[in-house]
């Protein structure tokens, strides 16, 4: 059963840094994995913020752009957000995505699975 796990959270100053970790087990060794962190502010949907795809090509929402940084360790399976010069409006619930992609030849089994998010709260 596959499972997924973030860690990092917690209270930071406007300005400062936090780095986010998430780790998933349970994976097929012939997987093709995508990740990506979401996030979620009070009364706001829910938000892609930075994504990875299984050849290495990363994707960012505009309010990031320069300021976090995502990345991947395949052989622990893990994903990480570097979030630099952090600010109040980022603050909100991040929760890590994985896109777990099984291909045979006969199908293609494609599921998503869901850490329980993390808070990162950023003081002003």
């Known amino acids: 059963q596959v499972q997924v796990e973030e860690f990092g959270g917690g209270l930071v100053q406007a300005g400062g840094s936090l780095r986010l970790s998430c780790a998933a087990s349970?994976?097929?060794?012939?997987?093709?994995?995508?990740w990506g962190w979401y996030r979620q502010a009070p009364g706001k949907q829910r938000e892609l913020v930075a994504g990875?795809?299984?050849?290495?090509?990363?994707t960012y929402a505009d309010s990031v752009k320069g300021r976090f940084t995502i990345s991947r360790d395949d052989a622990r399976y893990m994903v990480y957000l570097q979030m630099n010069s952090l600010k109040p409006e980022d603050t909100a619930v991040y929760s890590c995505?994985?896109?777990?992609?099984?291909?045979?030849?006969?199908?293609?089994?494609?599921?998503?699975?869901w850490g329980q998010g993390t808070q990162v709260t950023v003081s002003s």
């Open positions: 995505n994985l896109v777990h992609t099984i291909a045979t030849i006969e199908r293609t089994t494609k599921t998503d699975y």
């Open positions: 349970g994976l097929r060794r012939n997987a093709q994995l995508d």
């Open positions: 990875i795809n299984s050849e290495g090509r990363k």
